[in-house]
């Protein structure tokens, strides 16, 4: 009987582990349903004559690399249209888009004001807070 040679087991190749990005921890807990499935309660457009026009149209998305360097804020900032065209009442704009479009809608509020609220009605705060309501109509 012949003794074949044992023929030698090839060994994977190892590859060095891959380092995440430093910015990675920001995006590691991101859950949420996808971009698709959001729905708008409302889109206005600027107009140069400093109207609106309603509907307005989203931007279209284009995600960034990571990771994004900022760069230091200069000095000329320019006015924002709605406290341009409104200041006394910049969220006057982003109402009248609302009625417009979604005139069901009888409340709009700011998620942080609705956490502060929840937890004050639920005993877990019991730290004043202030919410501002407007009766519109």
Known sequence: MIDKPETPKKVPETK?????PPHIWMM??????????????FLYDWQPSGSISVPGFLPKWA?????IILQADSSDQKPKPNTMYFPRNSLEPAFEALSIMN???DILANSKSLV?????SSSRELQPFAMSLDMIN
């Open 16 to 20: 060095p582990p891959v380092k995440k």
């Open 28 to 41: 590691e807990d991101t859950i949420g349903p996808p971009i698709a499935t959001i729905e708008s309660l």
């Open 63 to 67: 995600p960034r690399k990571l990771p």
């Open 103 to 105: 005139p069901a809608i």
């Open 116 to 120: 502060k609220l929840l937890h004050f």
